[in-house]
T-cell receptor, first 115, second 116 residues
Framework: DAKTTQPNSMESNEEEPVHLPCNHS???????IHWYRQLPSQGPEYVIH???SNVNNRMASLAIAEDRKSSTLILHRATLRDAAVYYC????????????????FGQGTILTVHP | DVKVTQSSRYLVKRTGEKVFLECVQD?????MFWYRQDPGLGLRLIYF???????EKGDIPEGYSVSREKKERFSLILESASTNQTSMYLC???????????????FGDGTRLSIL
C-alpha cells in the first residue's frame, strides 16, 4: 500500500471545525482514501472514504485535492467525544492476494479537543 | 449500524493455556478478520475468513488458529498461550470484496488479553 503522512498531533476547541491533513504523494489511480479513528480503549471506527470527489456523511467530510496527493478530514464541530487517534489509509480498489482486505494503520494523528 | 461483538473486554490467562476469543457480527458480512494491536507496531492481521469454513493466513498466524463454523461467528484460538501474545485483539467484519479497497471494515471494541 502507498504511504501516508499525517501530523503526530493536533488540538482543537470544542464546537470549532477541525481539519486533519493527510499527504499521500505516491497514491495510485486505483487507491481509495479511507479514514478511521480510534477512541481510547475502543476498536477502530470507520469514518469516511473517497476516490476523487469530496464526500460527506453524518460524521465528517472528506476533501480530496485535485491531484489526489493530499486529503483533509473535516469535523465540522468538534466535540469532546471526537478526541481520538485519526488514521488516513490508502486501499487499492483491487486489494487481493495475501493482502486481501487487510488494513494497515500508520501512527495517525492524535486529536485533543479542549472544552 | 453494524454491530461487532467480542466476548470479553479483558481476559487474563496463564502460559500454556488454550485460549478462545469469540467474535460475532450481526450484519451478514461475508468477511471477518482478526488483528492484534501493539504499541509502536500498529495493527497486524492474524487471520481472515471470506466465507464459512474458509480461512486465510494473515501476516502473523504463528501460534494462532481460527474457526468459522457459522457466518456470523469467527473465533480466534491461541493453541498454547505465551507471554508474547499479550496484546489487544480486534475483530472486524466487512461485506464481500468485489472491489476490496472500497469496503470499510467494522470493528469490535477489542479484547485486552494478558498472558501471565
Amino acid at each position: 500500500d502507498a504511504k501516508t503522512t499525517q501530523p503526530n498531533s493536533m488540538e482543537s476547541n470544542e464546537e470549532e471545525p477541525v481539519h486533519l491533513p493527510c499527504n499521500h504523494s505516491t497514491i495510485s489511480g486505483t487507491d481509495y482514501i479511507h479514514w478511521y479513528r480510534q477512541l481510547p480503549s475502543q476498536g477502530p471506527e470507520y469514518v469516511i472514504h473517497g476516490l476523487t470527489s469530496n464526500v460527506n456523511n453524518r460524521m465528517a467530510s472528506l476533501a480530496i485535492a485535485e491531484d489526489r496527493k493530499s486529503s483533509t478530514l473535516i469535523l465540522h464541530r468538534a466535540t469532546l467525544r471526537d478526541a481520538a487517534v485519526y488514521y488516513c489509509i490508502l486501499r487499492d480498489i483491487y486489494a487481493g492476494g495475501t493482502s486481501y482486505g487487510k488494513l494497515t494503520f500508520g501512527q495517525g494523528t492524535i486529536l485533543t479537543v479542549h472544552p | 449500524d453494524v454491530k461487532v461483538t467480542q466476548s470479553s473486554r479483558y481476559l487474563v490467562k496463564r502460559t500454556g493455556e488454550k485460549v478462545f476469543l469469540e467474535c460475532v457480527q450481526d450484519m451478514d458480512h461475508e468477511n471477518m478478520f482478526w488483528y492484534r494491536q501493539d504499541p509502536g507496531l500498529g495493527l497486524r492481521l492474524i487471520y481472515f475468513s471470506y466465507d464459512v469454513k474458509m480461512k486465510e493466513k494473515g501476516d502473523i498466524p504463528e501460534g494462532y488458529s481460527v474457526s468459522r463454523e457459522k457466518k456470523e461467528r469467527f473465533s480466534l484460538i491461541l493453541e498454547s498461550a505465551s507471554t508474547n501474545q499479550t496484546s489487544m485483539y480486534l475483530c472486524a467484519s466487512s461485506i464481500t470484496m468485489g472491489t476490496g479497497g472500497n469496503q470499510p471494515q467494522h470493528f469490535g471494541d477489542g479484547t485486552r488479553l494478558s498472558i501471565l
